[in-house]
């Protein structure tokens, strides 16, 4: 039993990954319109209407505002907090599943997630935790300004892990950015930096992670050089496998873990 995570595009503008399993095909956010979705989808050789479900991190509209009518257009089951869920205008029970932090949610019968509570301001954002009922773990994180106990804790021991690396500090505090809004990103319910991301990995790296992705790396305050630099110095030694940059325009590659697939963990689109 395998897992397929395809990055559909990742960025200030819209963000949506794609993970399989041999018996559910679903989305972890819906920051595109539909007619996006049904294009990156498509370039990966997957139809929209194949999806089951749709879990949505936070409300913010580059990770949620297609959610809606993706469920219209799809069928789709739409999980989200009940926050995120009244924030995008979709109703408890009859237009949106509701979950609570730390509770897992089955998306198919082999995927389920589990939600991490992580700070972000403005929001009820989570990571999530996913499974596919073989043992086999990904993390993906996105949209906070620091990390959390929890959030380290269910990090380790996964196959693989998606995480921001959202700006480069030199970059952030020497650019045209005004000063209030350097501190929103810099702050605890901001984003994190290539530093901070680095740390993250560097605390749960171990022979179980075979892949690793940088998203939502600002287009201003950063460059997929300078946070591939950070994470690979912060990690050498203790990580010999896959490591790439998501960014806006996607779908470029897929990684996959599970059964038979440990020498062949990315492919390029």
């Given at each position: 039993?395998?897992?397929?995570?395809?990055?559909?595009?990742?960025?200030?503008?819209?963000?949506?990954?794609?993970?399989?399993?041999?018996?559910?095909?679903?989305?972890?956010?819906?920051?595109?319109?539909?007619?996006?979705?049904?294009?990156?989808?498509?370039?990966v050789?997957?139809?929209?209407?194949?999806?089951?479900?749709?879990?949505?991190?936070?409300?913010?509209?580059?990770?949620?505002?297609?959610?809606?009518?993706?469920?219209?257009?799809?069928?789709?089951?739409?999980?989200?907090?009940?926050v995120?869920?009244?924030?995008?205008?979709?109703?408890?029970?009859?237009?949106?599943?509701?979950?609570?932090?730390?509770?897992?949610?089955?998306?198919?019968?082999?995927?389920?997630?589990?939600?991490i509570?992580?700070?972000?301001?403005?929001?009820e954002?989570?990571?999530?935790i996913?499974?596919?009922?073989d043992?086999?773990?990904?993390?993906?994180?996105?949209?906070?300004?620091d990390?959390?106990?929890?959030?380290?804790?269910?990090?380790?021991?996964?196959?693989h892990?998606?995480?921001?690396?959202?700006?480069?500090?030199?970059?952030?505090?020497?650019?045209?950015?005004?000063?209030?809004?350097?501190?929103?990103?810099?702050?605890?319910?901001?984003?994190?930096?290539?530093?901070?991301?680095?740390?993250?990995?560097?605390?749960?790296?171990?022979?179980?992670?075979?892949?690793?992705?940088?998203?939502?790396?600002?287009?201003?305050?950063?460059?997929?050089h300078?946070?591939?630099?950070?994470?690979?110095?912060?990690?050498?030694?203790?990580?010999?496998?896959?490591?790439?940059i998501?960014?806006?325009?996607?779908p470029?590659?897929?990684?996959?873990?599970?059964?038979?697939?440990?020498?062949?963990?990315?492919?390029?689109?």
């Open positions: 039993m395998s897992m397929q995570i395809t990055h559909l595009g990742s960025g200030s503008r819209g963000n949506a990954t794609l993970i399989r399993t041999d018996e559910t095909t679903a989305l972890i956010d819906c920051g595109f319109s539909a007619r996006q979705i049904e294009k990156r989808l498509s370039m050789g997957v139809a929209a209407s194949d999806l089951d479900a749709i879990a949505i991190t936070h409300h913010h509209s580059d990770h949620g505002k297609g959610a809606a009518r993706a469920r219209l257009l799809w069928g789709c089951e739409v999980h989200a907090n009940l995120t869920a009244t924030k995008l205008l979709l109703e408890p029970v009859n237009e949106c599943r509701t979950f609570t932090s730390l509770e897992r949610v089955e998306l198919g019968p082999d995927l389920s997630v589990l939600p509570p992580v700070p972000h301001d403005g929001a954002n989570v990571g999530f996913l499974s596919n009922g043992g086999m773990r990904a993390g993906m994180v996105t949209d906070l300004g990390s959390t106990d929890e959030l380290i804790r269910h990090l380790n021991g996964c196959s892990i998606s995480i921001e690396s959202n700006y480069d500090y030199s970059r952030l505090m020497n650019g045209p950015y005004p000063d209030n809004l350097k501190r929103r990103i810099t702050g605890r319910g901001g984003h994190l930096s290539n530093e901070q991301t680095a740390t993250i990995l560097e605390q749960v790296s171990s022979p179980e992670l075979r892949s690793i992705v940088l998203c939502h790396l600002s287009e201003k305050n950063n460059a997929p300078l946070a591939e630099s950070e994470t690979l110095m912060r990690i050498e030694g203790k990580f010999d496998g896959d490591l790439r998501s960014r806006q325009q996607g470029e590659f897929s990684h996959w873990i599970g059964d038979g697939v440990s020498d062949k963990i990315a492919l390029t689109i």
